[in-house]
């Protein structure tokens, strides 16, 4: 069977549900006293707008369609960090690439650093994580992420200010 048909099916048998809902709680709501006809005319707002949508196929309010809207309207905005996720691994200098010095540099920084700053900043600068998937992986507050980074940041930027002074 086609899922469209299964799908217009289903619509169709609930709409009448919806609908009888509806004259139930309309007659509610000329028999209620005045501080629930609130209430109920929430549930009967809240009727109404179902029995458009599963009517009409579309968000009651809406003018247009996703479908016939341009395309700066459908865009999905990302953040910056998730779109590294998508170029770091094309920029990305290769380990391999590194010059001895470099390599030892980057392990003294890095070895500064404690265990848990040393991860978050990894997953951050290195992998391009959120602060909200690393506290995730690491079962810590997206707040102690954002402090170990600070931390992390604070130490390598005053070993590379004292590596430049003495240049």
Request: hydrophobic letters at 35%; aromatic letters at 10%; charged letters at 30%.
């Amino acid at each position: 069977m086609d899922l469209e048909f299964i799908y217009s099916e289903f619509v169709q048998k609930l709409i009448p549900e919806y609908q009888i809902s509806l004259k139930g709680v309309e007659q509610l709501y000329r028999s209620a006293e005045a501080e629930d006809k609130k209430v109920i005319a929430g549930m009967v707002s809240d009727c109404e707008y179902v029995i458009e949508w599963l009517s009409s196929g579309r968000r009651p309010g809406n003018k247009r369609g996703i479908e016939r809207r341009a395309g700066y309207e459908r865009e999905i905005l990302l953040e910056p960090i998730l779109m590294q996720n998508f170029t770091c691994h094309f920029n990305a200098v290769p380990s391999e690439g590194l010059t001895e010095d470099q390599r030892f540099q980057l392990e003294y920084v890095l070895g500064l650093l404690s265990r848990r700053e040393k991860e978050c900043y990894m997953l951050a600068n290195g992998e391009g994580f959120s602060h909200v998937a690393i506290a995730d992986m690491l079962q810590i507050s997206a707040g102690s992420v954002s402090e170990y980074i600070q931390r992390a940041q604070k130490k390598i930027s005053s070993v590379i200010d004292e590596y430049r002074s003495l240049i």
